[in-house]
């Protein structure tokens, strides 16, 4: 098995297994970006712990640390390529799959940030290191960043959730039409 095909069998494999979390954080996220939703409290509670408590907050964890593996991994698959191209006229599980390519390599840096922004939320406390904790959570909810970039993020945010819906469309083939080592 070459490297190419290890990076991309696990990064389906990895994707599976985050892509409905990461689909809820990511979609969560915008709301909580939005100012004045009436939702944005049932927003927050399955944006940091899938109103699961603490279990819940170490799912979204270890599913956020899985984006970042993700999104590594699919800049290093397209890289080959460096297509940004929507087929709409060769069926829709292709339009599905370049939407996928096209909306990861387009976000790559932000969903990147938010991803490892993320990460770093959940270890970085407070009391451990006000100062980063405070440039981290900056930086995780664009909170202090002006209107535009707060549009960005919430662009952002669903990528998640189209990455990991078309990415599960991709994932799922009929037994006769998979290739694992595509």
Known sequence: MSFRQL???????????SSGILAIVGLTGAFLITPGLPLRK???????KL??????????????AAA?????????????????RVRS???WRQTLADLHHVVGAVA????????????????VTPKRNPEL???VMDLHTARTFPW?????????????????ATGIVMWWKPKRARNWGE
């Open 89 to 91: 006229g060769k069926g």
């Open 133 to 135: 904790r405070k440039v």
């Open 7 to 17: 990076v991309l069998v696990t990064h389906r494999w990895l994707g599976l297994g």
């Open 51 to 64: 109103a699961l408590g603490t279990p819940g907050a170490w799912i979204v964890t270890i599913a956020t």
């Open 42 to 48: 049932i927003a927050g509670g399955l944006h940091e």
């Open 108 to 123: 790559f840096v932000l969903m990147f940030l938010l991803a490892l922004s993320g990460v770093f939320a959940a270890f």
């Open 148 to 164: 535009p970039v707060k549009v960005l993020y919430v662009v952002g945010t669903t990528g998640f959730f189209v990455q990991g």
């Open 68 to 84: 970042v593996l993700l999104e590594l991994g699919g800049c290093f698959l397209w890289w080959k390529q460096k297509l940004l």
